[in-house]
């Protein structure tokens, strides 16, 4: 399986200008045969949501999103946004899993910090529930330690990074 993890200089509070990073660094994934392409935590907005004024809020469904999908083919694409929701702007910090063109399914960070520069509780609403499956490992790299349970029941445990890694890294891992 070849996995391509994509840490993108984002511009926070351009999603437009962040969907045309990730739509590259796909096109990029894909022509290097990836079978898995995974980018950070609030990919498509940036981190520091609160300093934006505007609504950075996607639907899981946004055609931009399953553009974005059918562009990667056979290869599972894991992208982070701001979820759109019931609840007012910026409702959950989000992460989407999409295949072939479709969403697969969307996890909703279930532990949001509120320490030091992280203020996401102040933005966002935590998650109700983890997925029996694939899902419970998707979560920020600092909850996984909190999650005995996806690290014992997951086979595959994917934790995608916020604004703790290096800019403009991207790497392809190899295995087999």
């Known amino acids: 399986m070849r996995i391509t993890m994509a840490q993108t200089d984002v511009t926070l509070g351009d999603v437009d200008s ?7 660094v796909v096109g990029e994934a894909v022509e290097a045969d990836s079978d898995l392409i995974v980018f950070p935590e609030l990919a498509l907005s940036g981190y520091q949501v609160g300093q934006v004024s505007h609504d950075l809020s996607l ?3 946004d055609r931009r ?3 974005i999908s059918q562009r990667a083919g056979g290869a599972g694409v894991l992208l982070g946004y701001p979820e759109a929701g019931g609840h007012g702007l910026h409702t959950y910090n989000s992460a989407g899993y999409y295949e072939d063109g479709r969403l697969v399914h969307v996890h909703r960070k279930l532990y949001l910090p509120t320490y030091s ?20 490992g998707v979560d920020g790299v600092d ?8 690290r014992l029941t ?16 991207r790497r392809t891992l190899r295995r087999g």
Do not use: M, Y
Not at 18 to 24: A, D, G, P, Q, W
Not at 143 to 150: D, I, L, N, P, W
Not at 155 to 168: K, S, V
């Open 117 to 136: 520069s992280f203020e996401e509780r102040k933005h966002f609403l935590p998650g109700q529930q983890s997925r029996a499956g694939w899902a419970d």
């Open 154 to 169: 997951a086979r595959c445990l994917i934790a995608p990074g916020g604004p703790c890694a290096r800019r403009g890294s």
């Open 18 to 24: 962040n969907l045309k990073t990730v739509e590259r």
């Open 143 to 150: 909850r996984v330690e909190r999650s005995e349970r996806a």
């Open 59 to 61: 639907a899981p469904d």
């Open 65 to 67: 999103l399953l553009r």
